[in-house]
């Protein structure tokens, strides 16, 4: 009892009201679009198993997934904390600096569908090589349908920076139910007229429609504040930042390829069961990766900025509460791992086989959960504090590691072999992280 006291006043200490209710808003609606998005996946499950097109339809959706979390949402990240300087600046001119922000990440976004275009003609049948024609028109058709969610996911993410910035996470969080929404309802109602493009038209049509919701939101605000361009050492700072930050992105999102690679060498169906075997311990990572980095960066930033003891100290605090909670509820899904699957999937082309293989799997995935968590509290923590380039390196160092770890685990233990290795990364990565930003304390 003594113990339980002492820690909620450290947490009543640590998080003042307003952003317990942050946690709280954002958290619920997190829960929320997930359980909305794994019944989605249920559906998908059901209608097509672990088929060709559901491993066509990955890849198609991996390769613009894959350029948004590199190039545009470190940029948003960068946005942020050097906006929060911005405002706090005595000469801060706000509008000069949304404007040069917006106008980066729409000309960036803009290269980038073009490269991934020109990458579908010329070096599709490269990456992933050994497959029939049929395999990779399925991913090209579905490529191309998704190619204008690499700018609409871009500018939405703008604008829903906004609105956290101001604390409005209602809103930002909300536009998050659009795509499993409208996924669901193509597939209750157009699947037969859409075929294979079903999956790839709900999520376009559900990134529009988050983009439009967080553009109106922004200027009912009056959030949007555009002005003439005028440089200035703080956007100097964040495009200084951003190579380092482009490249730790860049390395990272690569490894999900390289997952990819290894598991397309397999049986058909193997990347369908990775990804239905990550789908839960993705889902419980995800809400917490959301609820922390829609409100930590906002929260480290200001407090860097007004007292770099204090925010120290609740970081140490945070990582011990959020693994502490992380590691008890993986435990009790990997305890019920299989009795999990075979309620959730079992049904229609997915088999008992399947049931097997995926929860298996999953025990392996849930493993990492706790160390994710830690290593993406820190990254929030980095980036708040300026300090892009140690991401960089450690990025490479998990690129080499898994490759490595690839080649020997998918000969030894075939799938497996691929989500042990991801586990691995991620433990060692997370101490990587945790001890070089806690010893920022006394080298700062």
């Given at each position: 009892?003594?113990?339980?006291?002492?820690?909620?006043?450290?947490?009543?200490?640590?998080?003042?009201?307003?952003?317990?209710?942050?946690?709280?808003?954002?958290?619920?609606?997190?829960?929320?679009?997930?359980?909305?998005?794994?019944?989605?996946?249920?559906?998908?499950?059901?209608?097509?198993?672990?088929?060709?097109?559901?491993?066509?339809?990955?890849?198609?959706?991996?390769i613009?997934?894959?350029?948004?979390?590199?190039?545009?949402?470190?940029?948003k990240?960068?946005?942020?904390?050097?906006?929060?300087?911005?405002?706090?600046?005595?000469?801060?001119?706000?509008?000069?600096?949304?404007?040069?922000?917006?106008?980066?990440?729409?000309?960036?976004?803009?290269?980038?569908t073009l490269?991934?275009?020109?990458?579908?003609?010329?070096?599709?049948?490269?990456?992933?090589?050994?497959?029939?024609?049929?395999?990779?028109?399925?991913?090209?058709?579905?490529?191309?349908?998704?190619?204008?969610?690499?700018?609409?996911?871009?500018?939405?993410?703008?604008?829903?920076?906004?609105?956290?910035?101001?604390?409005?996470?209602?809103?930002?969080?909300?536009?998050?139910?659009?795509?499993?929404?409208?996924?669901?309802?193509?597939?209750?109602?157009?699947?037969?007229?859409?075929?294979?493009?079903?999956?790839?038209?709900?999520?376009?049509?559900?990134?529009?429609?988050?983009?439009?919701?967080?553009?109106f939101?922004?200027?009912?605000?009056?959030?949007?504040?555009?002005?003439?361009?005028?440089?200035?050492?703080?956007?100097?700072?964040?495009?200084?930042q951003?190579?380092?930050?482009?490249?730790?992105?860049?390395?990272?999102?690569?490894?999900?390829?390289?997952?990819?690679?290894?598991?397309?060498?397999?049986?058909?169906?193997?990347?369908?069961?990775?990804?239905?075997?990550?789908?839960?311990?993705?889902?419980?990572?995800?809400?917490?990766?959301?609820?922390?980095g829609?409100?930590?960066?906002?929260?480290?930033?200001?407090?860097?900025?007004?007292?770099?003891?204090?925010?120290?100290?609740?970081?140490k605090?945070?990582?011990?509460?959020v693994?502490?909670?992380?590691?008890?509820?993986?435990?009790?899904?990997?305890?019920?791992?299989?009795?999990?699957?075979?309620?959730?999937?079992?049904?229609?082309?997915?088999?008992?086989?399947?049931?097997?293989?995926?929860?298996?799997?999953?025990?392996?995935?849930?493993?990492?959960?706790?160390?994710?968590?830690?290593?993406?509290?820190?990254?929030?923590?980095?980036?708040?504090?300026?300090?892009?380039?140690?991401?960089?390196?450690?990025?490479?160092?998990?690129?080499?590691?898994?490759?490595?770890?690839?080649?020997?685990?998918?000969?030894?233990?075939?799938?497996?072999?691929?989500?042990?290795?991801?586990?691995?990364?991620?433990?060692?990565?997370?101490?990587?992280?945790?001890?070089?930003?806690?010893?920022?304390?006394?080298?700062?």
């Amino acid at each position: 009892m003594r113990r339980t006291r002492k820690l909620l006043t450290q947490l009543t200490k640590t998080l003042n009201n307003q952003m317990i209710q942050n946690f709280l808003v954002v958290g619920v609606i997190t829960v929320v679009i997930k359980g909305i998005s794994f019944y989605k996946e249920t559906l998908v499950s059901a209608e097509f198993g672990l088929s060709e097109l559901l491993d066509t339809f990955f890849i198609a959706a991996l390769i613009p997934s894959f350029i948004q979390n590199v190039f545009l949402v470190a940029l948003k990240n960068l946005f942020i904390p050097n906006y929060i300087i911005e405002q706090k600046s005595p000469e801060g001119r706000i509008g000069a600096f949304q404007a040069f922000t917006l106008l980066t990440i729409v000309g960036i976004s803009l290269v980038l569908t073009l490269c991934v275009y020109l990458f579908s003609i010329y070096g599709l049948e490269h990456l992933f090589p050994g497959h029939t024609e049929r395999y990779y028109s399925l991913i090209r058709g579905q490529l191309y349908i998704l190619l204008p969610c690499i700018t609409i996911w871009a500018v939405g993410n703008y604008f829903s920076g906004l609105l956290d910035i101001a604390n409005k996470f209602f809103v930002s969080s909300i536009s998050a139910l659009f795509a499993p929404v409208m996924t669901i309802i193509f597939l209750f109602t157009l699947v037969d007229e859409l075929g294979s493009y079903v999956l790839s038209l709900g999520l376009l049509c559900g990134s529009s429609s988050a983009l439009l919701l967080n553009l109106f939101c922004s200027l009912y605000f009056k959030l949007v504040k555009f002005a003439k361009i005028r440089f200035n050492d703080n956007m100097r700072m964040m495009l200084k930042q951003y190579p380092p930050k482009i490249i730790s992105a860049f390395l990272t999102g690569v490894n999900p390829f390289v997952d990819q690679f290894f598991a397309a060498q397999l049986i058909v169906g193997s990347i369908a069961a990775i990804n239905y075997g990550v789908r839960i311990p993705n889902i419980l990572v995800g809400i917490l990766m959301i609820v922390l980095g829609k409100i930590l960066l906002p929260f480290f930033s200001r407090q860097i900025g007004n007292n770099k003891e204090a925010a120290f100290q609740n970081l140490k605090f945070i990582l011990k509460l959020v693994f502490g909670l992380s590691l008890f509820i993986s435990s009790i899904f990997m305890i019920f791992s299989e009795e999990i699957i075979r309620f959730v999937f079992e049904r229609g082309e997915f088999d008992p086989n399947d049931t097997e293989l995926v929860s298996s799997l999953q025990i392996i995935a849930l493993l990492y959960s706790p160390f994710v968590l830690c290593t993406l509290i820190c990254v929030q923590f980095l980036t708040a504090f300026n300090k892009n380039k140690f991401m960089a390196w450690a990025s490479l160092w998990n690129l080499v590691l898994n490759l490595i770890l690839n080649y020997l685990f998918v000969k030894i233990y075939g799938v497996y072999g691929l989500v042990l290795s991801t586990t691995i990364v991620c433990i060692i990565n997370s101490f990587l992280y945790v001890t070089y930003t806690l010893r920022l304390r006394t080298s700062d």
